[in-house]
């Protein structure tokens, strides 16, 4: 591990903004590409009306959605390059098959519109199977990460676990959207997707939580070693609290007027928010768990420099221009015109 | 380890080879978009708004493909090209974050708005957003040739020794992006997306009116792209032969080998045709015009050409780059003669005959072949060079083992087959779907017949 004390100005603190931005790159993804791949893993298969409607929900947002993770990847690939190939040399299997479904799921979008109408159906379940791959991989992939790629039997269950947390995770957050931008039949069939994916990614966070620290030293020693940590067991009581109050609102759901149907989204992003800062403190300062820093694995300075100043210009107008098409598309989503 | 080398370069090949085959229609065809709005809000005249409904249904698929093929590439690096990043990643990671924050976003979100908002915002907005979408696209294009190109022709940066590696580290990012074949490459490569985008838009415009298609807009869109080809292509086989100077002065090998020059002379010939052989390097069966190759290289006929003789074991291939670079220009000799006589044709007659209608049917993916070879001469013609002079092929690759690179070619090989066909196919039953329609606000897609039933 580096020496802090040993670095100057720059090349201390760039490392600690792109390290801060690949995290903020990565958890917008998770919520926003998250929901869109919730609703393709939930499409039923018997209603192709609710199946048309879930689909014109996510219409409009899932490309710029699914734009977030090439930024988190390529900041780690721009920003800490050993990294970038350390992790991905040893998730090789993993990235191709999220890959494959990753295009799946794109394609057999735009195609189910499109293809002749017999062939609807075949890309409706290619969707599916496509969204499907790509959480569980995904969640695979952070399972292996979080054991620091160790390539033992134990490691491999606990990174399949966590592919069922992740997936249970993304369909949690899918079904809460499906619950903002739909009504009638398929918002209360949503509603009791929402619940139960809830109840399995709550048991998955917690299972995660348990071997976590029991698995790493390190990881213990910073969630049990000093005193003053106590403060950090707000995060996991207030995600509780939220779980709890997404399980309240889901049993009667949906109220009249829609009252709150916003409420097991926002529950959803903001565990994601906690599971997130949970993760990052457990692993700060390293990028890959004891192996590599964010300082050794960063590129030269005057590389990120001239790469921040893009990110200081860019980044919020692309944050002010997502706010926009969102606000364009509020609404339930049954009135979507597409062209 | 050679196994791994190999399946990787087949893999990027692939990888590569799909993904350039959507973003080289889509960078034009939505300029033709913005075209098409922008006369519709001229004149008021539906028509444009017609051909602007059909031709976007067919961007969004074309930009759908584009963008899951892209994805796989922003991994490809690290999965198995670690050393390309482990040496030049300080000026490679920058150009690629640039394209990922002024174009990516870009491209997507407003994308979302040009399909899905037409009546959600105003008009005006609504161009605004397929200008953006343009804009996006080309500056994609931009961002990834100037990195392509500084790979070619590296500037702007000093190695430095870290640790027991050679690290490229920038200096001068003005001289990194505009690098000496960054200008030449990016228009060579925007006017060539016009020509694959003016070729698609007129054989599928040629497909509706073969199949008893009556309504205007095929017609205006086949007219427009006929003449749009017909300008582009002679502009395009002027900037490919300023290209072509340009890597003679800063890439001979490639040169050399795309025109099978073996060794050093004067009074060089053009080479129409020959079977390159590499054992007794020489050319077999060639048909030659004298002295044209030093005339068009040098403008003097007996300009002398360096032969691959001057870079013993450090040449590229040449029968890949000499069949390449035949098929590139006698697509594109095919292009100029297709689109003046279709001119012409429009000129006289205001329509093409049936023939010219099945010629220019046939003609459809042209663009795509031609592109395909072009890049195929550039890329192959780097070799073995990963950066000219800085990182060879050989020294970036990933120690994976070959089993694992042959399950993800396997896995991806077989995804594009279907893909492409569908691709293909799918273009084709939209074309027949919009024959049927008589009224223009006739839903032929399921999302507009999901409007009209919950309305």
């Known amino acids: 591990m580096t020496d802090i004390s040993t670095l100057s100005g720059e090349a201390f603190w760039l490392p600690v903004i792109f390290i801060g931005l690949m995290g903020l790159a990565f958890f917008i993804y998770a919520i926003l590409d998250g929901y869109d791949l919730g609703v393709g893993i939930l499409l039923p298969k018997d209603s192709e009306a609710q199946r048309d409607t879930m689909i014109a929900s996510i219409g409009p947002f899932w490309d710029a959605n699914e734009t977030w993770l090439v930024l988190g990847i390529g900041i780690l690939l721009i920003a800490f390059p050993l990294a970038h190939s350390m992790i991905l040399f040893n998730l ?7 890959l494959a479904g990753l295009i799946l799921r794109g394609v057999a979008f735009d195609f189910r519109a499109k293809a002749p109408e017999d062939h609807k159906e075949l890309w409706d379940r290619a969707f599916q199977a496509g969204s499907l791959l790509a959480t569980l991989a995904q969640g695979y992939m952070l399972g292996l990460f979080v054991m620091g790629f160790a390539d033992t039997l134990a490691a491999h269950l606990f990174a399949a676990l966590s592919a069922i947390c992740v997936t249970a995770g993304y369909t949690f957050i899918g079904a ?9 039949d398929l918002q209360k069939r949503a509603a009791w997707w929402a619940r139960r994916c809830a109840w399995l990614m709550a048991l998955g966070i917690i299972a995660v939580s348990i071997v976590n620290p029991l698995v790493s030293g390190t990881i213990f020693d910073k969630w049990f070693g000093s005193p ?13 609290v939220l779980f709890f109050i997404a399980d309240r609102y889901l049993r009667r759901a949906p109220y009249p007027n829609d009252f709150g149907c916003w409420i097991p989204f926002a529950s959803a992003a903001m565990i994601f928010l906690l599971s997130f800062i949970g993760l990052a403190y457990s692993f700060y300062p390293f990028v890959v768990p004891n192996k590599l820093d964010i300082w050794q694995a960063a590129s030269a300075p005057e590389s990120l420099m001239f790469i921040l100043y893009g990110v200081i210009v860019v980044l919020p107008t692309i944050l002010g221009y997502t706010f926009f098409a969102y606000r364009v598309f509020h609404g339930k989503a049954t009135q979507l015109k597409y062209y | 380890m050679l196994e791994t080398l190999m399946l990787s370069r087949i893999q990027f090949a692939a990888n590569i080879s ?11 065809l939505c300029w033709f978009l913005f075209y098409f709005k922008v006369r519709y809000n001229r004149s008021g005249d539906e028509v444009w708004m017609r051909a602007y409904r059909f031709w976007v249904k067919v961007f969004a698929l074309t930009f759908a493909l584009g963008v899951v093929s892209g994805i796989t590439m922003s991994f490809q690096f690290g999965t198995n090209w670690p050393g390309y990043m482990e040496t030049v990643g300080n000026i490679a990671g920058p150009l690629l974050g640039y394209e990922v924050l002024t174009a990516f976003f870009l491209e997507a979100t407003f994308l979302g708005i040009m399909l899905f908002g037409i009546n959600k915002v105003s008009n005006r907005v609504h161009t605004l957003a397929t200008f953006l979408v343009a804009f996006g696209t080309s500056m994609s294009a931009f961002w990834i040739i100037a990195l392509n190109s500084w790979m070619q022709t590296p500037t702007g940066f000093e190695m430095r020794q870290v640790g027991d590696a050679m690290k490229a580290f920038p200096l001068d990012w003005w001289a990194i992006i505009f690098n000496p074949s960054m200008p030449y490459r990016l228009a060579h490569m925007l006017v060539a997306s016009g020509l694959t985008a003016a070729f698609l838009i007129a054989g599928i415009s040629a497909y509706r009116i073969l199949k008893d298609d009556h309504k205007p807009a095929p017609r205006l869109a086949l007219k427009n792209a006929t003449i749009a080809a017909a300008l582009l292509i002679p502009l395009q086989i002027f900037l490919g032969d300023m290209h072509g100077l340009n890597t003679l002065h800063h890439q001979p090998a490639k040169i050399a080998a795309m025109e099978a020059v073996w060794h050093t002379e004067k009074n060089v010939p053009l080479v129409l045709f020959a079977i390159p052989d590499k054992e007794t390097k020489s050319n077999k069966y060639s048909v030659e015009i004298p002295n044209m190759a030093s005339i068009i290289l040098t403008h003097t006929s007996d300009g002398e050409l360096k032969g691959l003789n001057e870079y013993p074991n450090a040449h590229p291939p040449v029968a890949p780059l000499f069949y390449g670079f035949r098929i590139m220009v006698g697509m594109g000799m095919l292009m100029l003669l297709v689109s003046w006589v279709g001119c012409w044709q429009i000129y006289r007659r205001n329509e093409l005959s049936p023939l010219m209608l099945k010629v220019f049917v046939g003609m459809t993916f042209s663009g795509w072949i031609a592109t395909l070879a072009g890049w195929y001469v550039t890329e192959i013609g780097r070799q073995p060079w990963l950066v000219t002079g800085v990182l060879k092929t050989v020294d970036a690759v990933t120690s994976t083992p070959a089993s694992n690179v042959g399950t993800s070619l396997a896995i991806y090989l077989s995804l594009y087959v279907v893909l492409l066909i569908a691709y293909i196919r799918t273009l084709f039953v ?25 309305l």
């Not at chain 1, 299997?93 to 999220?98: G, H, S």
């Not at chain 1, 003053?228 to 509780?240: E, G, K, Q, S």
């Not at chain 2, 799909?18 to 034009?28: D, E, M, Q, Y």
């Open chain 1, 92 to 98: 090789y299997l993993p990235v191709t098959v999220m």
């Open chain 1, 176 to 184: 809460a959207w499906l619950i903002m931008k739909t009504e009638g």
């Open chain 1, 228 to 240: 003053l940590v106590i403060v950090l067991w707000i995060i996991p009581l207030f995600c509780f």
């Open chain 2, 430 to 454: 939209m074309a027949r779907k919009a024959v049927l329609v008589d009224r223009p606000e006739q839903i032929d897609t399921l999302q507009e017949k999901l409007v009209e039933e919950n």
């Open chain 2, 18 to 28: 799909f993904h350039i085959l959507f973003p080289s229609i889509s960078i034009a």
